[in-house]
């Protein structure tokens, strides 16, 4: 090896370190440097939005027919992903026990950015999670996922009386429970998706995440899943 080559390695070896530095930094280093790391970020990771919803999708169908390959949870991948994270998605899901978003589409450590809430609500500070999990760690798509027999929606149909701060959630959902009224089938199951695709057009309106939509780096989806069968699917 000359010593050209040598400075070269040496060159690349200290922009991954600087690389690994920013992104644990990136909290306390002001806004600019996030930008900066956002843009290096989304370089580093070159799937596209179409690719990244595949390989949810593609997951979900392992999963459904009990072909799960359990990837990226062994501990090689917990040392990798230790001091860095790129995760190819978001999920902003509900916070029921019943829809664990990494088992739901066959993934693992370090792949998928996840925010759990009751009702799966895009409160300020979930879109601020998202807005940070796609312009800093650069992930490609955003999935709202609402899922059958939702016990938020269906306590906001029924006009529950709740203690302390239940409430606030009955408020965020109610507008789609009016929406949703008088629309044929199931009125629950309505609701349900009708509040889905409220919260993504909430998130929709985020100037972080309209950006990043227009420039073709990211894409939110609405989607509903089925406690019965496991499968996930597209609505809107």
Do not use: W
Not at 178 to 188: F, I, R, V, Y
């Amino acid at each position: 090896m000359n010593r050209n080559q040598k400075m070269n390695l040496s060159r690349r070896n200290l922009l991954k370190l600087s690389a690994g530095v920013i992104g644990t930094g990136v909290l306390t280093a002001g806004l600019g440097s996030k930008l900066v790391f956002s843009e290096r970020a989304l370089a580093e990771n070159d799937m596209t939005p179409d690719l990244a919803l595949q390989n949810l999708m593609d997951g979900n169908k392992r999963f459904i027919t009990r072909k799960r390959q359990n990837p990226h949870q062994d501990f090689v991948r917990i040392l990798e992903v230790a001091k860095a994270q790129k995760p190819f998605a978001s999920i902003l899901s509900c916070a029921d026990s019943r829809v664990p978003s990494e088992i739901i589409f066959d993934q693992g450590f370090g792949d998928l950015f996840v925010c759990r809430v009751a009702g799966n609500i895009a409160t300020q500070e979930e879109i601020g999670s998202l807005e940070f999990g796609s312009l800093v760690l650069g992930s490609k798509v955003i999935m709202v996922m609402g899922h059958k027999r939702c016990g938020a929606v269906d306590a906001t149909i029924k006009g529950a009386q709740v203690p302390g701060q239940i409430s606030s959630l009955m408020t965020a959902i109610k507008p789609s429970v009016d929406k949703s009224k008088n629309q044929p089938g199931d009125p629950l199951e309505n609701a349900c998706k009708a509040n889905v695709l409220t919260q993504v057009e909430k998130l929709k309106s985020s100037t972080v995440l309209s950006q990043l939509i227009d420039s073709g780096k990211l894409k939110i989806v609405a989607s509903y899943y089925d406690l019965d069968n496991g499968k996930v699917t597209f609505i809107g």
